[in-house]
């Protein structure tokens, strides 16, 4: 079945930007209706969508970043990307990558759904 | 609003039935998808829609939803579901966010 594995730096210094790759196995990240998100999760906190990169290379981000994340995706490599420029204090988390569904159901409402999640990266931004 | 609200915290008896509940504007228009997180591991899906169970996860857990409300519903708990859920659901409020995740809630199993 598609595993996830995140990887990068665990500690960023503030105003520098946060890399983070996300490497899909067991299967092609072009396969499938998927979309591919990042999602972060601050210690003790919820769970906090960055964005999204469909498998075309279209991104979506969540606007609360202020256009600092950008995401996207190697075909070839299967893997896909995650830049977070600026970094603060605030942006330390624990950063997932997931596979996104979609579907709908009775009178067409609608459906997303996360899986599989990569078991997530600690990033620390200090000095 | 563009928001999930879950309750923090919800405890319940070994083997007794326990709901718990996301809220938002956005439930009347997309389901709910929940996850299970225990302490220092990824979410994992547990329920997605009306109806849909991914492989391996128990029988006694499924949702439902009312209104601005869904529901997911654990049947006889156990000691294993002791975790912390999360839902999440597509936003329609024109904000752009897209997705919303709620707050979570902690279940404790007595």
């Known amino acids: 079945q598609v595993q996830l594995q995140e990887s990068g730096p665990g500690l960023v210094k503030p105003s520098q930007t946060l890399s983070l790759s996300c490497t899909v196995s067991g299967g092609s990240i072009s396969s499938g209706s998927y979309s591919w998100s990042w999602i972060r999760q601050p210690a003790g906190k919820g769970l906090q969508w960055i964005g999204r990169v469909y498998t075309s290379g279209t991104p979506n981000y969540n606007p609360s970043l202020k256009s600092r994340a950008t995401i996207s995706v190697d075909r070839s490599n299967n893997h896909l990307s995650l830049k977070l420029s600026s970094v603060t204090a605030a942006d330390t988390a624990v950063y997932y990558c997931?596979?996104?569904?979609?579907?709908?159901?009775?009178?067409?409402?609608?459906?997303?759904?996360?899986?599989?999640w990569g078991q997530g990266t600690l990033v620390t931004v200090s000095s | 609003s563009s928001e999930l609200t879950q309750d923090p915290a919800v405890s319940v008896a070994l083997g007794q039935t326990v709901r718990l509940t996301c809220q938002g504007d956005?439930?009347?228009?997309?389901?709910a998808s929940w996850y299970q997180q225990r302490p220092g591991q990824a979410p994992v899906l547990v329920f997605y829609g009306e109806k849909n169970r991914p492989s391996g996860i128990p029988d006694r857990f499924s949702a439902s939803s009312s209104g601005n409300t869904s529901y997911l519903t654990i049947t006889g708990a156990q000691a294993e579901d002791e975790a912390e859920y999360s839902c999440n659901s597509r936003d329609n409020s024109g904000n752009r966010l897209d997705v919303l995740f709620g707050g979570g809630t902690k279940l404790t199993v007595l």
């Open positions: 956005s439930l009347r228009h997309y389901y």
């Open positions: 997931a596979r996104e569904a979609y579907g709908s159901g009775t009178y067409g409402r609608g459906l997303n759904w996360f899986d599989p």
